[in-house]
C-alpha cells in the first residue's frame, strides 16, 4: 500500500486525475470504478477540465459503479446512477452506453447483485477503482463487521452512514436503509485501488485502515491486502498516521517512471 499526503483536497484530485489520463492514453477503453459523494469531486472536476481543454480523450471510457440505494425512485436525482451521470459520464462527455451500474429497483435485489458482479467480471473487470471512507472506516457501503471476502450484495446501512449521508436528502427519513454494494472480495479484484481521503473528520479512519490491524471491523484496512493500493490523503486526514514523515520521505524518492 502506497500513502501519498497532499496539501488538500484540489492537489489530491489532480493528482489521481493524472494517473487516470495515463491510465486512458495506455488503455482507452480502461473501466473505471468510481465512488460518490464530495470527497471524490475533484478528481472528476480535474478530469473534466482535460477534457474540456483536449488534453486527456476520455470517449472510449467506461464506467461502473461501486454502489446503489435500494428503492430510489428511477431518475431519482440522489440515486447513484443519477449522481454518476451527472458528475462523471455528462462531464467526461460519454454517453450511457459506457455506463455499468446495479438495479437498485429489482424485483430480486439479490439476484441484481449477483448479475452486476458477473456483469463486472465479464467486462473485463475493473481497471481503476475508486474508494472513499467512511469515519467507521467502511468502503463500498461494505459497512464494519463486512466479510473480507464478500461479493456484491445487499446491505444494511448504520444510523451513522445514514446521518452522514443525510445532507444530500431533506431529512434523514429520506435516505434508504438498503443499498447494493460491491464486496469487499470483489472490490479487491480491481487492478488499482486509489482511496481518496480528506478532512480531519476521516484521520482516525485513516490510521486504522492504514497503520492498524487488518481487520472486518475497519473494512478499509483490506486495501492492505492489495498489491497496488494507493491512499492519497491531505494533511488533515494525515493528522492521525504516526509514520507521516515515513509516508513523505517515500513518496518524495519515488521514481518520476512508477507512476501512481
Not at 22 to 46: E, F, H, R, W
Not at 81 to 94: A, F, I, M, Q
Not at 161 to 180: C, G, K, M, Q, Y
Not at 233 to 253: Q, W
Request: hydrophobic share 45%; glycine share 8%; net charge negative.
Amino acid at each position: 500500500m502506497e500513502i501519498v499526503i497532499v496539501p488538500d483536497a484540489a492537489a489530491g484530485g489532480e493528482l489521481i486525475a493524472a494517473a487516470i489520463a495515463d491510465l486512458l492514453s495506455a488503455k482507452p477503453d480502461a473501466l473505471l470504478g468510481v465512488a460518490t459523494g464530495s470527497t471524490p469531486l475533484p478528481i472528476y472536476q480535474a478530469l473534466a477540465a482535460r477534457v474540456q481543454a483536449a488534453t486527456l480523450d476520455a470517449s472510449r471510457a467506461r464506467i461502473c459503479q461501486l454502489d446503489e440505494y435500494v428503492g430510489l425512485p428511477a431518475g431519482h436525482p440522489e440515486s447513484y446512477r443519477s449522481v454518476v451521470l451527472r458528475e462523471v459520464v455528462e462531464p467526461l462527455g460519454l454517453t450511457e452506453a459506457s455506463f455499468l451500474g446495479p438495479d437498485g429497483n429489482a424485483a430480486d435485489i439479490a439476484a441484481a447483485a449477483i448479475a452486476y458482479d458477473r456483469a463486472l467480471a465479464e467486462a473485463g473487470g475493473v481497471d481503476l477503482q475508486l474508494l472513499g471512507i467512511g469515519t467507521d472506516g467502511h468502503i463500498g457501503f461494505n459497512e464494519p463487521c463486512s466479510s473480507l471476502a464478500s461479493r456484491t450484495r445487499i446491505k444494511t446501512l448504520t444510523r451513522q452512514t445514514r446521518e452522514d449521508n443525510a445532507r444530500f436528502f431533506d431529512s434523514l427519513d429520506e435516505v434508504p436503509h438498503h443499498v447494493i454494494t460491491q464486496g469487499i472480495g470483489t472490490i479487491l479484484e480491481a487492478r488499482h485501488l486509489v482511496l481518496l481521503a480528506t478532512g480531519e473528520a476521516k484521520a482516525e479512519a485513516v490510521a486504522l485502515a492504514v497503520e492498524g490491524p487488518l481487520s472486518a471491523a475497519v473494512p478499509a484496512s483490506a486495501l492492505q491486502l492489495h498489491p497496488h493500493a494507493t491512499v492519497v490523503v491531505d494533511e488533515a486526514a494525515a493528522a492521525g498516521l504516526k509514520l507521516a514523515d515515513y509516508f513523505r520521505d517515500t513518496y518524495a524518492a519515488k521514481p518520476a517512471w512508477q507512476g501512481l
